[in-house]
Structure formats: structure tokens, C-alpha cells
């Protein structure tokens, strides 16, 4: 495979909810969500989580920078990287920043203008140095960043509503499914759909079906889900992701064991880790 042709996703974030670093997420990691998929010479970003920092560091000496970046939702621990990813200071470089959940009642720009104001931020987004454009879209719509490049949306059932994403680049897709609770009568169709005969499944696996009686209303899913998703959907990889606080790496190689067991194949996302399908 050429550059031209490379198709991949590296995680920089895996959490959610809140970053847990320390010694007992050092093997998955503790930073909450993000993901750089990479089309070809096109680089695009998912979420903004704590993960976007460290990304950040990686691209400060690749100027000028010309990228986008999608949020599934605008809920603190996907945005809070924002405003400590480097490349925003570096003047010549080049962002434009996409929500399709916010509409009609407010706007991408608004939102993260509102989250870095003063007494909750010592700084507005106007200290950025990039040029950044913010584009609110309605989701469900099918998006074209860059030629060749296809990008797929649909609802997510969480609480403030969120998105979920369908990259499609030279005949492969991944799809990032996160911040969503299944139905327990029924599988959601939205997501049946988006992710139909995808080769790689990224899916919100916060909870075990153990798990999720305590917690149900919360907006997120279990990894059996993720599992029963993709068999329905005839997907090809799964990814278990967006892991809880409180799931330290014993717990993670657990789960990792157990879904083996029940879906061979099936990944946990560690940070750093990079996947092509």
C-alpha cells in the first residue's frame, strides 16, 4: 500500500467520562476520547478528549497543519483537549471543526466559545492563531471533507444527543460509534445501519451487560452489545472503547480475554495502538 493509499486509526484517548491516569491504566491508558484516522495525505480528526494534547505534540512540528476535526458530542470529556492542542497557536495552520448534534438549538461555535469564558477559562477561543472554522451540520447527512473521501452520520441515543461516523476511503470503512445506549427490546437501527459490512467497529463498550443495570439511562453501552452489533451487521473487526474510570488494566485484560472468548477478533483499544482495516 502507497502513502497515497494508506487508510488507519491511532487512538489517542480510549476513556470516558473523565481521564484516569496513574498506575493502574498504564497498559490502555487514562486519556478520555480521541482519534486521528488517516485518508491517504488527508488527516482527520474525531473528538477532542485529553488525547488531543499529546496528538497536538505530534503534529506542532508538521506546520502547517491542514486537518478536520468531527465531534460525536460536545459533553466535557470529548472537548476538553480543545484548548491545549498546539496546532490551534501556530499561525498558517488550518482547522475547520464539525458537530451535527447542536442545531437548531445552538451552535459548534457558541458551545466551545460558552465552555472556554471566563470564571470557567482564562482565555477565549479568539487566542488561537490557526485558522479555525466551526460547521455545524445536521446529522444523518453524508459529508465529502476531501475527494475520495466519504463520511456517513447518524443519530445516537445519548443524552443530549450525539453522532455516530462511518469513514469511507478506497473501499474500506470505520465506523466510530460512541456515547450511545442500546435498546434492550430492540438493536438500533441507526447503528445497525451505519456500521452494515464495516471492517472496523470503534463501539462504546463503558459498561459489561453485568454492568449496565446500574447505570442504565446514562447513554452508554456494553462490549456484549458491541458483539451482538456487529454479528447483526456483519461487521469485521470490533473495537471496545471509551473504557470506564473505574476499569483499571486488570479489569481491561478481563474483558479483553472474555470477549475473545465470545467474539474472536475482537480488539480493546489501548492508546497508541493503530489499526488498519
Same mark, same amino acid.
Given at each position: 500500500?502507497?502513502?497515497?493509499?494508506?487508510?488507519?486509526?491511532?487512538?489517542?484517548?480510549?476513556?470516558?467520562?473523565?481521564?484516569?491516569?496513574?498506575?493502574e491504566t498504564v497498559r490502555y491508558g487514562g486519556n478520555t476520547s480521541c482519534l486521528e484516522?488517516?485518508?491517504g495525505d488527508y488527516r482527520v480528526i474525531?473528538?477532542?478528549?485529553?488525547?488531543?494534547?499529546?496528538?497536538?505534540?505530534?503534529?506542532?512540528g508538521q506546520a502547517p497543519v491542514d486537518s478536520d476535526i468531527f465531534f460525536t458530542h460536545? =459533553?466535557?470529556d470529548h472537548v476538553c483537549g480543545l484548548p491545549f492542542f498546539v496546532p490551534f497557536f501556530v499561525p498558517g495552520n488550518r482547522f475547520r471543526l464539525w458537530a451535527g448534534h447542536l442545531l437548531p438549538e445552538h451552535t459548534l461555535k457558541q458551545v466551545l466559545v460558552e465552555m472556554m469564558m471566563a470564571p470557567l477559562f482564562p482565555v477565549p477561543p479568539e487566542i488561537f492563531q490557526a485558522d479555525v472554522i466551526y460547521e455545524d451540520f445536521n446529522c444523518g447527512d453524508v459529508l465529502k471533507p476531501?475527494?475520495?473521501?466519504?463520511?456517513?452520520?447518524?443519530?445516537?441515543? =445519548?443524552?443530549?444527543?450525539?453522532?455516530?461516523?462511518?469513514?469511507?476511503?478506497n473501499g474500506n470503512s470505520i465506523c466510530y460509534i460512541t456515547d450511545t445506549e442500546h435498546f434492550e427490546d430492540t438493536i438500533d437501527q441507526n447503528v445497525l445501519d451505519l456500521v452494515s459490512g464495516a471492517d472496523i467497529v470503534i463501539y462504546d463498550a463503558t459498561y459489561s451487560d453485568e454492568e449496565y443495570p446500574r447505570f442504565k439511562g446514562f447513554g452508554h453501552s456494553t462490549w456484549q452489545e458491541g458483539v451482538r452489533m456487529v454479528e447483526a451487521a456483519g461487521a469485521k473487526t470490533l473495537v471496545i472503547f471509551h473504557h470506564d474510570p473505574s476499569h483499571d488494566?486488570?479489569?481491561?485484560?478481563?474483558?479483553?480475554?472474555?470477549?475473545?472468548?465470545? =467474539?474472536?477478533?475482537?480488539?480493546v483499544a489501548r492508546e497508541g495502538m493503530t489499526l488498519k482495516p
Amino acid at each position: 500500500m502507497t502513502k497515497q493509499e494508506e487508510f488507519s486509526v491511532t487512538f489517542w484517548g480510549v476513556r470516558g467520562s473523565i481521564a484516569c491516569p496513574g498506575p493502574e491504566t498504564v497498559r490502555y491508558g487514562g486519556n478520555t476520547s480521541c482519534l486521528e484516522v488517516i485518508c491517504g495525505d488527508y488527516r482527520v480528526i474525531f473528538d477532542g478528549g485529553t488525547g488531543l494534547r499529546k496528538l497536538g505534540g505530534k503534529l506542532v512540528g508538521q506546520a502547517p497543519v491542514d486537518s478536520d476535526i468531527f465531534f460525536t458530542h460536545s =459533553h466535557f470529556d470529548h472537548v476538553c483537549g480543545l484548548p491545549f492542542f498546539v496546532p490551534f497557536f501556530v499561525p498558517g495552520n488550518r482547522f475547520r471543526l464539525w458537530a451535527g448534534h447542536l442545531l437548531p438549538e445552538h451552535t459548534l461555535k457558541q458551545v466551545l466559545v460558552e465552555m472556554m469564558m471566563a470564571p470557567l477559562f482564562p482565555v477565549p477561543p479568539e487566542i488561537f492563531q490557526a485558522d479555525v472554522i466551526y460547521e455545524d451540520f445536521n446529522c444523518g447527512d453524508v459529508l465529502k471533507p476531501r475527494e475520495g473521501v466519504t463520511i456517513r452520520t447518524a443519530p445516537l441515543n =445519548h443524552p443530549n444527543r450525539a453522532t455516530g461516523y462511518r469513514i469511507e476511503f478506497n473501499g474500506n470503512s470505520i465506523c466510530y460509534i460512541t456515547d450511545t445506549e442500546h435498546f434492550e427490546d430492540t438493536i438500533d437501527q441507526n447503528v445497525l445501519d451505519l456500521v452494515s459490512g464495516a471492517d472496523i467497529v470503534i463501539y462504546d463498550a463503558t459498561y459489561s451487560d453485568e454492568e449496565y443495570p446500574r447505570f442504565k439511562g446514562f447513554g452508554h453501552s456494553t462490549w456484549q452489545e458491541g458483539v451482538r452489533m456487529v454479528e447483526a451487521a456483519g461487521a469485521k473487526t470490533l473495537v471496545i472503547f471509551h473504557h470506564d474510570p473505574s476499569h483499571d488494566d486488570d479489569f481491561m485484560d478481563e474483558i479483553a480475554k472474555q470477549a475473545e472468548a465470545v =467474539h474472536p477478533g475482537t480488539i480493546v483499544a489501548r492508546e497508541g495502538m493503530t489499526l488498519k482495516p
